[in-house]
């Protein structure tokens, strides 16, 4: 998972994805870029393939810095409850760029219905996983206490229960 930031001083703005769960109508959260380790992929290189696949965003090995945060997430959805083992890294860019889409899977094309720079205090009502976005993106400004553990946490559009249609692990 990549926090991708822009200026920090006029009040950090992220990138973000809607996502859906496509069997379980009416689903949406917002997401932070990232995906699953491909093979004996590091997580580091993970993080740079997902950002350049979901935004477009190439970036280079020195402007991403991390992992900043560690954490487990457990997933609920309509065909599945997964456990994830994440390592959540930042990228800081100088302004906005046109998000690029063209290398979405399938799947993402299903699921991901926008996607939009999101000021991490925004008062919406809708999901934001992660919940505690803020916090977050503080973290990534104090390098002295990388990586912090964030412990497990639930992200689901279907409650989790570990053993009920037990957990898939994942990356």
């Given at each position: 998972m990549v926090?991708?930031?822009?200026?920090?001083?006029?009040?950090?703005?992220v990138l973000m994805f809607?996502?859906?769960d496509p069997g379980t109508p009416?689903?949406?959260?917002?997401?932070?870029?990232g995906g699953?380790?491909?093979?004996?992929?590091?997580?580091r290189d993970t993080a740079r393939r997902e950002l350049a696949e979901e935004s477009g965003y190439v970036v280079e090995e020195d402007d991403l810095f991390g992992?900043?945060?560690l954490r487990v997430a457990l997933h609920g959805y309509s065909d599945q409850v997964t456990e994830q083992s994440e390592e959540?890294?930042?990228?800081?860019?100088?302004?906005?760029?046109?998000?690029?889409?063209s290398r979405h899977t399938e799947f993402e094309?299903?699921?991901?219905?926008?996607?939009a720079w999101r000021g991490v205090?925004?008062?919406?009502?809708?999901?934001?996983?992660?919940?505690?976005l803020a916090r977050l993106v503080a973290i990534t400004r104090e390098p002295e206490s990388w990586p912090v553990d964030l412990g497990t946490v639930e992200e689901s559009v279907v409650p989790v229960a570990l053993g009920h249609r037990g957990p898939t692990q994942l990356g």
């Open positions: 926090v991708l930031a822009d200026d920090v001083e006029r009040g950090a703005r809607n996502d859906r009416g689903s949406s959260w917002w997401v932070l870029p699953g380790i491909d093979g004996d992929e590091l997580p992992p900043v945060a959540i890294f930042v990228v800081w860019v100088s302004q906005e760029f046109d998000v690029d889409i094309r299903l699921s991901v219905q926008g996607h205090d925004d008062t919406s009502t809708e999901l934001v996983w992660p919940a505690d």
